[in-house]
Nanobody
Framework: QVQLVESGGGLVQAGGSLRLSCAASGRTFSSYAMGWFRQAPGKEREFVAAISWSTVNTYYADSVKGRFTISRDNAKNTVYLQMNSLKPEDTAVYYC?????????????????WGQGTQVTVSS
């Protein structure tokens, strides 16, 4: 069992930055690939970024490529999402997710555990 708790969301102006964190419980964090997803009001949840357990592989949605960076610290059981050059269309609830023995995926059904989400609001 893995519990995930996101933090770091908030209100920011367009062009600004935020860093989201996702702290995981349990001693096997390094066995999980981690992903970030988001859901805007009235829209389906969508993939944002993922990172393999080894940190060797990272994946990004085209909409965030070059602006967002996913990273992880296995010693701290934490995954991060650094978000720069934020746009109003990045406004959403951001969720982290864990994929056991995975390499990171855009496909949300591959993920075994989900956090409760953190709100990110970007004003124009």
């Amino acid at each position: 069992q893995v519990q995930l708790v996101e933090s770091g969301g908030g209100l920011v102006q367009a062009g600004g930055s935020l860093r989201l964190s996702c702290a995981a419980s349990g001693r096997t964090f390094s066995s999980y690939a981690m992903g970030w997803f988001r859901q805007a009001p009235g829209k389906e949840r969508e993939f944002v970024a993922a990172i393999s357990w080894s940190t060797v592989n990272t994946y990004y949605a085209d909409s965030v490529k070059g602006r967002f960076t996913i990273s992880r610290d296995n010693a701290k059981n934490t995954v991060y999402l650094q978000m720069n050059s934020l746009k109003p269309e990045d406004t959403a609830v951001y969720y982290c997710a864990a994929e056991y023995h995975g390499e990171g995926s855009w496909y949300e059904m591959r993920y075994d555990y989900w956090g409760q989400g953190t709100q990110v609001t970007v004003s124009s």
